[in-house]
């Protein structure tokens, strides 16, 4: 008999009576040593636990009398040959119709079974770094998420980005950037817990699914993380900003900082901007200054939700200031609690920082991320959002008391500002808080022009521009109460930095 499958014919009684060449080649056997012998004889290699014996499908068609049974089976041969084997058991009869025997066809299909395995793979792994891929990383967060709810437990996620990949990219070529990927994707694998879960999110970024992990524990990781890519001696890392390869890294947890999964992978990316956009080379923990607008305006839903829009406008608008009102928010909060201001004051005061910017919706996206000096026209398109922002919030009547605070937030202490260049106490208080909290984090966060300040030198100038560009009452507050790190609410890095000469106001 010739035939590409192995082919086992058995008596009724469950002797052998024939077994083909391919039968011989991958059960290791010879078909003059097996005749007679009980069917079992074949199959002296390990088969996988679990699976359904060889014996069913000749014990179904012998005993049980069905015409035809088919199982497939994993299959390892006594000299370590691995096989995935299709059998197909077939009744045998005489010519009167009466059951003599079984014959046994097996298909030898682990070349198949590879390549589905392989087809398997990529459709849940990046080709590149073979870790797995976004898509596959949402649907195990929310699968994470889930079981986190049901159990009242915590799951975490970190977002991590190559800094300076472009011009890594740029100088060493493409290939040398993708050998870079893969090296981060090994470090990645080998310096997180076992039972996190490694993917790479897209372009040169990362992520990592940590269940059952806090804040703590996330940041950790993230650390750890860190410190080995920065320790790492990658190729060509000599001529990179600081002779190194580094990352930024964002964290959210559930259920602190999300409800959801995919609320919890919006804000680790919230997170790992907020680094990026500051220093860089850090982990940063996601907070949100909009949590006490919550608490500021409790029952205000739809009043809630019209800012949620508004600062999404302005977030997807800038990508370089992405966050930065949160930011001024907090900042602006902290000074005006150690102004000794009535809480509604601080209340109006938070949100107007938040929606400070929002007229910089109206403003040209190629002049908002411009790396070069603007031209005269330029900047007098920038100057216009004070105004547009005022005139749009204008339109909500809830939100009127804020107003003055939006369109005076660019106004300087010697006049010297804009729209209508007032000077000291004729600006309104909450107008010169905000301007204080907005140049403050645009000095100290990196822009298309120019580089981050280093958190001291932002704070002498603070001090210098005292009576000049900010009050001199509230720089000396900002100085003195705001500089610790607990009112602030966030960590420093106060590493030099390289930077260009640029105006301190954002």
Not at 232 to 247: A, D, K, S
Not at 302 to 312: E, R
Request: contains cysteine.
């Amino acid at each position: 008999m010739n035939s590409r499958n192995a082919v086992i014919v058995v008596r009724r009684n469950g002797r052998i009576y024939l077994v083909n060449r391919v039968a011989e080649e991958i059960f290791g056997c010879r078909r003059e040593a097996v005749r007679g012998l009980p069917f079992e004889a074949v199959f002296t290699g390990r088969q996988q636990p679990g699976e359904v014996a060889f014996s069913y499908p000749v014990a179904a068609v012998l005993a049980a009398g069905e015409d035809a049974c088919s199982v497939e089976k994993s299959y390892v041969t006594t000299d370590g040959r691995q096989y995935s084997l299709l059998t197909d058991c077939l009744q045998l009869r005489d010519e009167g119709g009466r059951p003599h025997g079984v014959m046994l066809i097996i298909r030898d299909i682990t070349e198949q079974k590879a390549l589905e395995e392989k087809l398997k793979s990529l459709a849940v792994r990046d080709s590149m770094t073979m870790l797995y891929n976004q898509s596959y990383l949402k649907q195990a967060l929310e699968r994470e998420v889930a079981r986190a709810l049901e159990q009242g437990g915590r799951v975490a996620f970190l977002m991590m980005d190559a800094d300076n990949f472009k011009d890594y990219n740029d100088l060493f070529g493409h290939p040398a950037g993708d050998e870079l990927l893969k090296k981060l994707a090994r470090l990645l694998e080998k310096h997180v817990r076992q039972v996190d879960i490694v993917g790479r999110y897209g372009g040169d970024e990362f992520a990592v699914i940590l269940p059952g992990a806090d804040q703590a524990v996330a940041v950790e990781v993230g650390e750890r993380l860190r410190r080995a890519i920065a320790e790492y001696p990658f190729p060509y890392q000599e001529l990179m900003p600081g002779g190194r390869i580094t990352v930024s890294a964002g964290v959210a947890c559930f259920p602190d900082d999300a409800a959801s999964a995919a609320e919890l992978i919006r804000h680790a990316d919230e997170a790992m901007y907020n680094a990026k956009r500051n220093i860089k080379k850090r982990v940063e923990v996601w907070f949100s200054a909009f949590k006490g607008l919550e608490s500021d305006w409790p029952g205000e839903r739809d009043l809630l939700y019209n800012i949620g829009g508004l600062l999404a406008m302005v977030n997807n608008k800038d990508r370089y200031t992405y966050g930065h009102s949160e930011m001024v928010a907090h900042y602006a909060t902290a000074l005006a609690q150690a102004a000794g201001l009535a809480q509604e004051e601080v209340k109006k005061i938070r949100l107007a920082a938040f929606l400070h910017d929002l007229g910089k919706v109206d403003i040209p996206e190629e002049i908002l991320n411009k790396p070069g000096p603007l031209s005269d026209a330029e900047k007098k398109v920038c100057q216009r959002h004070p105004v547009t922002g005022a005139d749009i919030v204008r339109q909500i009547k809830s939100l009127e008391e804020i107003v003055p605070l939006i369109r005076h937030h660019h106004e300087r202490y010697d006049g010297q500002g804009y729209p209508d260049g007032l000077a000291g106490e004729e600006i309104p208080l909450g107008a010169r808080i905000i301007a204080l909290a907005d140049s403050f984090d645009a000095m100290i966060t990196n822009r298309p022009y120019r580089r981050a300040r280093r958190f001291q030198e932002a704070i002498e100038i603070v001090k210098k521009e005292a009576g000049r560009q900010f009050d001199p009452h509230l720089a000396e507050l900002f100085v003195a109460k705001c500089v610790d790190v607990k009112a602030i609410g966030t960590g420093w890095e106060t590493e030099s930095v390289q930077e260009e000469p640029s105006p301190p106001a954002g």
